[in-house]
């Protein structure tokens, strides 16, 4: 992703990016999408953002919420980013999996907020009511309520 944000003409970048995206797309038909998806629907749906950017400003706060849900997963999720896991707990290892994330977000330029996208009062109650009401949600691999979604929209500010 990296290559390609940095060099739109690398086409084998391109290449992998388009075959990536194609396995997730497929691998989102097998495990549910999860809150993820279903907060980013309301920011798409109210205030215009697109999709892609609501995710990933999302996909941090999200995943830190769902960490405890399997510490091994993230902990291999970290290292196949290229994070030096050895010699950390399993808990560490895993948050470096958040790190990694986040600097992946930074480096191909996703704004870190709402409000660098102009979002100014939002209405996170409103939208954590859809958002538990979302098809995703049910996927989400820790079950939250209201009060958890506004907490992780209030964290995007």
Do not use: W
């Not at 992946?104 to 660098?116: A, C, N, R, T």
């Not at 939208?127 to 820790?142: H, Q, R, V």
Request: glycine fraction near 10%.
């Amino acid at each position: 992703m990296r290559k390609a944000v940095a060099n739109g003409d690398n086409l084998e970048a391109r290449e992998n990016m388009a075959n990536a995206q194609l396995l997730a797309g497929m691998a989102f038909n097998n495990g549910g999408l999860g809150f993820v998806h279903a907060m980013a629907h309301q920011l798409g749906g109210m205030y215009d953002m697109p999709h892609g950017v609501a995710n990933a400003i999302l996909l941090p706060h999200v995943e830190r919420f769902n960490l405890t849900s399997n510490l091994e997963r993230f902990a291999r999720m970290a290292e196949v980013m290229g994070e030096k896991i050895e010699g950390l707990s399993v808990r560490q290892a895993a948050e470096k999996c958040i790190d990694a994330i986040e600097q992946l977000s930074k480096d191909v330029g996703i704004p870190s907020s709402i409000s660098e996208m102009g979002i100014k009062d939002p209405d996170f109650e409103s939208m954590a009511k859809s958002a538990l009401l979302d098809g995703n949600a049910g996927t989400n691999p820790i079950k939250g309520t209201e009060k958890d979604i506004v907490k992780i929209f209030e964290k995007i500010v």
